[in-house]
DNA sequence: GTGAAAGCGCTAACAT
DNA sequence: ATGTTAGCGCTTTCAC
């Protein structure tokens, strides 16, 4: 049986009034019972309820994060920033994987409300407006993050955002390889980078349109973000007459798929085909013959968490749109 | 303000005590009575609080999970499975990243006790011994994963341990290698893969004693889970004289460097080095030419789940130690 | 400066 | 079959 309130009282000969303002750091407490409440409860271990606290406060200093799969390398260094930043404001925080489904959102966002959570970042899902509006009603600030909330979502309440400008990261790369004197670009896109004016398709369309050179359909191609389909991809596009000189990539494990085929049939970068890639994981082709460009994720999530916290501490700030740049390196 | 007992209560005229029972399913609650509320609750949108639920029960349906770092790829889908087994049984989980840090570790373990968690899966850190006796002291049951509790760490309480038998996979590649007629394997390891007779290193070692052959010391490569030193070891290995016909790997990323260097060469696998590769992210080498080996961390969070949960349920029952295998492919 | 007491939303023991 | 009530551990008036 952990120690209480009670406990500390008791043996410190005090209320547990008083030693609740010590502990809290409430003025009005005489130096010597301050003393004497601390060496008690440092001797019996004591630790506040965050339970009763939650309860007393009819909000839990916890924070909610609802991304779509904790496996998928997008997120893995925007969940850590997440919880740095929680941490450091004695915060905790509660993850949910959505799937993308509604149906869980639903879920989530009730659990949410039942755990009296004081704000969550989202990854808003398609479909799970109704949802949104529960977290909205119950007054729980939203930050959502990757992408914006449907205009009709969330009304009565304002939600922040921030979103990574994934089309100039790409586009910086693409124009890259055009100024190395590439005219065919192959791309391998994954299919759930979205399509949006963000979006990394739209990047690597502008690069092109920029110098003038032609988007041909068959120089693109669009699958999962897996290293088979990286693989397969890279084989499609390098057997095409005439073959790309270079090719954009769009995510970690596609690169690593590319890089498969390319060892399968003794390709060197950049001589027989120049790379250009963005990675999830910051740590693609550093080699300086190729392009890489790692994605600001811990940022996003420093930037998400902060939003949230400062709109915890005041709800009538006006919401933020925050759009992350990239340095392609 | 969400709706709270007292509101359905009202609403649908009868005490609180009778919505309470319903709603936990309770005997003793007439069909007209029952249907009543339920609708009355449905129509308020109304949600039990979990917190004043885990204030009252004095545990919160809560699961605590202490890993080194979500960005390590070896914990994404561990962390995924714990996910997936907590909501199913209707408990949340808080994550803490230690970063390995003894420190960190304290203030975590005493962040579980103030949430009043349920248990906590974790994996050990070398000097946070007297952070895991707390968690003992607080009766909050402990599950270990990848690493045992040193024997001298927790002793009122049976910890649950669950590892995977890295050697035995390694060993397993490794000899396939031998059977295709290798004789000089040089290996890429991580420097956190650890050196106990379950660890990647040891499986290789074995693998070569097996048949006899030396481990010279120079086929060893030992350094950061990184793409960067991946390819310098890669290069390092393959210039000895004699080189290497074949390479065992370690980890994901040390893979991908391996790749690199192998792409700048124009080398093909297996014509010019054959690769056997462990992989955390199972998605390695799945080309018929090489050999792989995903690494079972979703299950191993699954496991580690049913157990902290089977345990929470009693706390007296005889401890368990699995070792997981691993199917190399 | 310090203490007594109410109450956060819920469950369970006890009444009826 | 349903209602009343005490209390989980804490914070915060309000008295003294």
Redesign the pocket.
Known sequence: MPA???DVARRAG?????V??V??DKP???E??RERVLAVAAELNYR??RV??S????RARVIGLLISDIRDLFFTSLVRAVEDIAYTHRYSFLLCNTDEDPDKTSVYVDLMRAEHVAGVILVPVPGAESAYRRLADARIPVVTVERRLPAAGLEPVAADTVVLDHASTVETLVLQLIEAGHRRIGAVLAHDEGSGPYSRQAGYLRALADHGLPAAPELICTGPATAAFGRCAAAKLLDLQPAPTALYVGAHLLTLGVLQTLVARRLAIPDDVAVAAVDELDCSLEEPESFGAGLPTYAMGEVAANLLLARIADASRPPQEVVLQTQAT
């Not at 309860?55 to 009819?58: C, I, K, M, T």
């Open positions: 209480k309130l009670e005090v209320s547990i009034a008083t609740s303002r502990l809290a009005y407490v005489s010597r019972v506040p309820s009763a606290r309860l007393r406060a009819r």
